[in-house]
């Protein structure tokens, strides 16, 4: 039997308070609101939809905001939704390796591993800040999988980019 593991993004909301996916934004107030509701462990959306209505945001700005509802839409539960943010995101700039991180969650919760490993490997390939994040994901879709020696690799990855990161040194003791 599999032991289910959420992926990062949930891990990090109930251990440090901060969300794999999320994006910063500069400037507008409601997009900045939006970025720390994708951190905080609450379920609001609010800020986000008044920012993609009311505010111009445009290019990164507009995708980031994509993301980080998305990443509320994903803790909410609502998966369908963050996919179709992810969607609009992507179509705005495919260069946000978050996109696809996020994605990635999106098809763990989904019990969907192979297409979660596809899209945490395409979130690194395209570039993103927290690649130890996606790393350490990667090693929980690993795990689901039964790819053990590969899930190993993956948290030692994550180690060698963040030797801080007490939650992939903890998954790589206990395999």
Excluded: W
């Excluded at 996109?99 to 297409?115: D, L």
């Excluded at 994040?133 to 790819?147: C, K, N, P």
């Amino acid at each position: 039997m599999r032991s289910f593991f959420p992926p990062l993004v949930a891990t990090l909301l109930l251990c440090t308070g901060t969300a794999l996916a999320q994006i910063s934004v500069t400037g507008n107030y409601y997009a900045r609101q939006c970025y720390f509701e994708a951190a905080s462990d609450g379920a609001s959306y609010d800020s986000c939809d008044k920012s993609l209505e009311v505010e111009m945001l445009v290019g990164r700005d507009r995708a980031a905001t994509y993301v980080n509802r998305a990443v509320v839409y994903t803790n909410a539960g609502n998966l369908r939704a963050a996919l179709r943010d992810l969607e609009r995101a992507e179509s705005l700039r495919p260069d946000l390796g978050e996109i696809y991180a996020s994605r990635g969650n999106v098809y763990f919760y989904q019990n969907s591993f192979e297409e979660a490993l596809a899209e945490y490997d395409r979130g690194i390939a395209t570039g993103m800040k927290k690649l130890h994040a996606a790393h350490y994901d990667r090693g929980l879709a690993l795990e689901q999988l039964g790819r053990l020696q590969e899930a190993k690799e993956a948290y030692r990855e994550s180690i060698t980019l963040a030797p801080e990161f007490d939650l992939a040194k903890a998954r790589l003791s206990r395999l």
